[in-house]
């Protein structure tokens, strides 16, 4: 069974910065897509970053491309997500998502099959 832990959230300043971590288990990862979304109270789930583990390709919501980065540490079977110049406006639960084949869209929460149990992000003075 595929389980996925976040950890990194917090409380940050505007401008700030924060890294999150998503530890993989029970699965062969070398072929998934991994990736993050957010959702802010109110607001409906939205992509942020995604990327295909074996090839490396990176993709970026355009909210978040020049100041976000997603990574992996293969060694740890874990991705990142740093996260630079932060806006209150990223304030979220962000989770992560993972899934053996490629999400058509990759924006699209539903076509993801394992989910993170999430991690608080708030930007605030």
């Known amino acids: 069974q595929v389980q996925l832990d976040e950890s990194g959230g917090g409380l940050v300043r505007p401008g700030g910065s924060l890294r999150l971590s998503c530890a993989a288990s029970g699965g062969t990862f070398s072929s998934y897509t991994l990736g993050w979304f957010r959702q802010a109270p109110g607001k409906e789930r939205e992509f942020v970053a995604a990327?295909?583990?074996?090839?490396?390709?990176?993709y970026y919501a355009d909210a978040v491309k020049g100041r976000f980065t997603i990574s992996t540490e293969d060694a740890k079977n874990t991705v990142s997500l740093e996260m630079n110049s932060l806006k209150p406006e990223d304030t979220a639960v962000y989770y992560c998502?993972?899934?053996?084949?490629?999400?058509?869209?990759?924006?699209?929460?539903?076509?993801?099959?394992?989910w993170g149990q999430g991690t608080q992000v708030t930007v605030s003075s």
């Open positions: 990327l295909t583990w074996s090839g490396g390709n990176t």
């Open positions: 998502a993972a899934d053996p084949f490629d999400p058509i869209p990759l924006t699209a929460g539903g076509e993801w099959d394992y």
